[in-house]
Structure formats: structure tokens, C-alpha cells
């Protein structure tokens, strides 16, 4: 992953209503889901090549506070592509826009239909 960039944002809400809200936006965007870890709300996926991009890889790990959820969600350039001086700032930005989706669907704004899925590809995460 290249120039990851971490984006963290509290929700009211239980962890597990925020991370289906996670999986929802990404099974229903231009999204490909690399691993799923349901019983540890972390979940990894990418996005694919564009005009303006050459992608990005996403890791995200949604962690239940005392007051609600934690979102935590770290974008990075796909490894292989060539480097650019802006590309953190573009990692940035992708991942606000994950945010702001998670965001809408916790809210009530919009909605993203969850199909079922089960763990897997948790090695990932350092897991076996």
C-alpha cells in the first residue's frame, strides 16, 4: 500500500450497525472485498483503476467505545502503480468519501443492501 492515510470517525451507534453499514457500502459500490472478518468488524477491499486513478486498498476496522463505535480506516495507493507527489492527499480523499457513505447509510440518508457473507481471507489481518 502506498502513502496509506488513516481516517478514524466516532459513531453513536453499536460497532456492529456500523460495520454492516461498511459491508453495505462496499457490496453495493465499485468496490471488490478482499477479506471479512465479521466477529472482529475488520473488512478489506479495493477499488479498481479510473481515468484519475490507479486504485486504492482499504483496510477498516470498526471497534465499540463507550459512547458508540470507532471507525477506523486506513487508504492507500495499489502497490505496483506508479508514484505521484499528490497521491497521499488522493488517498485522503478516497477515504473521506468511504466515510461519508458509511455515514449516509448509518444515518438513514441513503441505504446499501447487505448480502450475508462469511469470514474469510482473515489471514490478512494477521489472523489464521
Given at each position: 500500500m502506498q502513502k496509506p492515510k488513516l481516517t478514524t470517525a466516532p459513531f453513536t451507534q453499536p460497532a456492529p450497525e456500523?460495520?454492516?453499514?461498511v459491508l453495505g457500502v462496499v457490496q453495493n459500490g465499485?468496490?471488490?472485498l478482499a477479506a471479512l472478518d465479521n466477529e472482529r468488524h475488520r473488512i478489506a477491499f479495493s477499488s479498481g483503476k479510473t481515468a484519475l486513478s490507479w486504485g486504492h486498498d482499504y483496510l477498516v476496522e470498526v471497534a465499540?467505545?463507550?459512547t458508540g463505535a470507532e471507525l477506523s480506516l486506513v487508504c492507500g495507493g495499489v502497490d505496483g502503480a506508479p508514484a505521484a507527489l499528490m497521491d497521499g492527499w488522493k488517498n485522503g480523499k478516497?477515504?473521506?468519501k468511504?466515510?461519508?457513505?458509511v455515514n449516509d447509510v448509518v444515518n438513514g440518508v441513503t441505504t446499501a443492501h447487505v448480502t450475508p457473507t462469511e469470514s474469510f481471507g482473515v489471514e490478512i489481518f494477521g489472523q489464521a
Open positions: 456500523v460495520f454492516e453499514a465499485k468496490f471488490t465499540q467505545g463507550a478516497a477515504a473521506g468511504v466515510v461519508a457513505a
